[in-house]
T-cell receptor, first 110, second 114 residues
Framework: GQNIDQPTEMTATEGAIVQINCTYQ??????LFWYQQHAGEAPTFLSY????GLEEKGRFSSFLSRSKGYSYLLLKELQMKDSASYLC???????????FGSGTQLTVLP | DTEVTQTPKHLVMGMTNKKSLKCEQH?????MYWYKQKAKKPPELMFV???????INESVPSRFSPECPNSSLLNLHLHALQPEDSALYLC?????????????FGPGTRLTVT
């Protein structure tokens, strides 16, 4: 089965750093993805991890620990436009299907 | 070109109508997906096509009928839908192979069933 947990809501201040955690239990796991979704729009890819460790892409970084079933997304130098839902998704099986967590609604305040 | 396109953007249909959603990509991806997303919920996988063959059907009711006529196109045929089927329908595509493979999402079709 698949189970993914992430916080429902987070609030942070413009210019700050925020970390969004995700825990997962996934059979046939082959990777962990982070997507950003603004209201009424499609999810857009941010980052993914296959192996343990940190992946850095500009202001966004993602970390994975396969043994702990744990990942986080780190957003630096927050901007107002970063206010969105952040979806953690595990990839599994030969078809690489994604199972999404419920999403973390991030609000960036001035 | 990293774009997945979907038509129409919005669709309103009655419970007795038959309509189709269309999805297209020209990235050479051989895996394509349909997701359903209700308001304030995450996307839920409906179907997976791999090399134009249906590989996963997540127990979706038969009033939803997918079709993959070629490697670039994916359709979702709708018939006798219920009001609770109103949602955003997302198409995605990805490469095939080993490891985790990024899925590219289209903008979605917002469906309202009256």
């Amino acid at each position: 089965g698949q189970n993914i947990d992430q916080p429902t809501e987070m609030t942070a201040t413009e210019g700050a750093i925020v970390q969004i955690n995700c825990t997962y239990q996934t059979s046939g796991f082959n990777g962990l993805f982070w997507y950003q979704q603004h209201a009424g729009e499609a999810p857009t890819f941010l980052s993914y991890n296959v192996l343990d460790g940190l992946e850095e892409k500009g202001r966004f970084s993602s970390f994975l620990s396969r043994s702990k079933g744990y990942s986080y997304l780190l957003l630096k130098e927050l901007q107002m436009k970063d206010s969105a839902s952040y979806l953690c998704a595990s990839s599994s099986g030969s078809a690489r299907q994604l199972t999404f967590g419920s999403g973390t609604q991030l609000t960036v305040l001035p | 070109d990293t774009e997945v396109t979907q038509t129409p953007k919005h669709l309103v249909m009655g419970m007795t109508n038959k309509k189709s959603l269309k999805c297209e990509q020209h990235m050479g991806h051989r895996a394509m997906y349909w997701y359903k997303q209700k308001a304030k919920k995450p996307p839920e996988l409906m179907f997976v096509y791999s090399y134009e063959k249906l590989s996963i059907n997540e127990s979706v009711p038969s009033r939803f009928s997918p079709e993959c006529p070629n490697s670039s196109l994916l359709n979702l045929h709708l018939h006798a839908l219920q009001p609770e089927d109103s949602a955003l329908y997302l198409c995605a595509s990805s490469q095939t192979g080993t490891g985790a493979l990024e899925q590219y999402f289209g903008p979605g079709t917002r469906l309202t069933v009256t």
